[in-house]
């Protein structure tokens, strides 16, 4: 195993990292449909944490309405949701947060991610093409696929909302629980 | 049967500083009846009016909110009906417009254009439930519905008051969205 390699096999991404970098972004409402990727590193612990208000929706394009709302407001909120759930609200997406420029931010699990490859290079079809789907619909991504990646969460939730704008956070491996 | 003009009429009687969110024929006709700043037309996709709703309402719990949903586009967020139950937010009143049809896009019938959304609404956890189809039934009761703590779901059954004209780039004009933005933000 040469060194790059065995970097990335030791690479850990941390949930209680992840959520303090939420926390510091000013977020309070966490809008979600469970993903495995997530459930445990991320949605339990979130949903123990009373810093945060756990919004449970029975379907993702729900997620983009409310946080649209919400932003009337300078309420910060993140959609916690897995990638079939956002290929499934592409419409919402389109419109919502691309066509009326409203500051929607996902953190989007990436199910069948080999954290080892980059998600172009995924053998997952579906999660190959969330990248070109985001370029496509002009929408700011990340790849948080470590704890390394995890301080770019916060400047990218305040561009977001600054501009008005949305961003994805792409999840690239399961999240450590606290 | 009421007149949906008819019955939006009686509802900006009751309106005063409610954020109204709005969809399709419903946006177009109230739009006509109560031009003012607090109307949200923006909800972008087909079934979202009460998501939008529900994040205005959960954001700002002493701001009354009402939803003027289409029985079409509600069809295509039930979901919905479950998420708001559960949030539970009293200052949420959600108005389903039902004629049955797919109005804005050729007036072709829903799958089921007898469904009962106000019981559906009940079992997914709505405070309060009611049905209207008589405009007099609602004219003397609307004033007690807006002031229940919700959230609260309203069936009005209504047939087309005329042919509307749909001036989507003016009722989701960027302006609109700016403009309520503001008021909001200033409190």
Known sequence: ?178 | MMKRDECFRILARHVTDEIVVASYSSAAEWNEVNPRVRNYFSVGAMGLASSHGLGLALGRPTQRVLVLDGDGSLLMNLGSLVTIGAAAPRNLVHFVCHNGTYEANGSHPLPNPDVDFSSIAKAAGYAQCHQFSELAAFEQRIGQVLGQDGPVFATLKVERSKPLTYDYPTLYAPEKRDALRAMLRAG
């Open chain 1, 1 to 178: 195993m040469d060194a790059a390699v065995e970097g990335q096999a030791e690479a850990k991404l941390h949930g209680s990292a992840i959520m303090a970098a939420i926390k510091a972004s000013g977020v309070q409402f966490i809008l979600s449909v469970p993903d495995i990727v997530t459930s445990a590193g991320l949605l339990r612990p979130i949903a123990r944490d009373p810093d945060f208000r756990l919004v449970r929706v029975c379907k993702e394009d729900e997620c983009i309405g409310i946080a649209s709302g919400l932003s009337y407001y300078d309420q910060r909120a993140l959609i916690l949701i897995q990638y079939t759930g956002f290929l499934d609200s592409i419409n919402a997406i389109r419109a919502v947060a691309v066509e009326y420029r409203q500051p929607i931010c996902m953190m989007i699990g990436l199910l069948g991610h080999e954290p080892e490859r980059a998600p172009t290079q995924s053998g997952r079809y579906g999660v190959r093409i969330m990248e070109p789907i985001l370029d496509a619909m002009g929408i700011a991504h990340d790849l948080i696929g470590q704890d390394a990646d995890v301080p770019r969460i916060k400047p990218a939730i305040d561009k977001a909302y600054a501009q008005s704008l949305p961003v994805a956070f792409l999840i690239g491996r399961r999240p450590l629980a606290p």
